[in-house]
């Protein structure tokens, strides 16, 4: 029985994880497997990959073989390597120990990288958090600019309401003054009359006295002649 070691899709539409698995190369890819060895989420980065190392190991020395992608993560996780260096030990090419400190020089240097990689989108995620702040206080700082332009002309065409036109206090001035002159006039016509009349009082007064002097001689006049 060909065997293969293969990725199993789960999950969502447009948010997929994988079951890593060992199956017969005849089933179809998410069909029924022989034995899980572990997941993977290409949603994150970097990628999360859990992984049964030595049962991994076991399927590749019995000679399942990985698909790339598969191929790939195995190498991620060293599985390729210790086979390899495990090979190397059966040729006599390098004696057992020798192929576990080169596994753990090799593990130690991939943790490095690992590590250095995860830094370095830590940074790239800080300055890229840090241009999304500096561009929303922009933007804030433009709309709250914006805001208080608007108040201030709310305000300054409130107060112009508020306060009389000049039309509107010429007009109130030019009111008030008829008013004055008109009751200055009405004074001046009352002045005037009570004068008149005081004026007309006299005069009969005087032509009345004129009218009995002259009344008198001719009474006289009368006696004489009688």
């Not at 899980?36 to 859990?50: F, M, Q």
């Not at 800080?126 to 208080?148: H, I, P, S, T």
């Amino acid at each position: 029985m060909a065997t293969k070691i293969r990725l199993q899709r789960h999950g969502k539409k447009g948010n997929p994880y994988y079951y890593i698995v060992a199956a017969d190369s005849r089933v179809k890819r998410d069909g029924k497997y022989i034995e899980r060895l572990g997941d993977y989420d290409p949603n994150t980065n970097p990628a999360i990959i859990n992984i049964d190392f030595d049962r991994a190991l076991y399927w590749v020395k019995t000679g399942a073989q990985p698909t790339d992608t598969a191929r790939a993560i195995l190498s991620y996780k060293g599985i390729m390597m210790k086979n390899h260096l495990d090979k190397g030990v059966l040729k006599g090419a390098h004696t057992q120990a020798q192929a576990d400190a080169k596994f753990e020089k090799w593990v130690a240097e991939k943790s490095n990288k690992i590590e250095g990689k995860v830094d370095t989108l830590k940074k790239a995620e800080g300055a890229e958090a840090a241009k999304r702040l500096a561009a929303e206080k922009e933007v804030n700082e433009k709309r709250l600019a914006e805001f208080q332009a608007k108040e201030a002309e709310l305000h300054a065409a409130a107060e112009a309401a508020a306060a009389p036109a000049p039309v509107e206090e010429a007009a109130e001035t030019a009111t008030d003054v008829v008013e004055e002159v008109v009751e200055t006039v009405e004074e001046v016509v009352e002045a005037v009359t009570e004068k008149a009349e005081e004026v007309a009082e006299k005069v009969t007064e005087a032509s009345t006295e004129e009218s009995s002097k002259e009344e008198t001689p001719a009474a006289e006049e009368e006696k004489k002649e009688g």
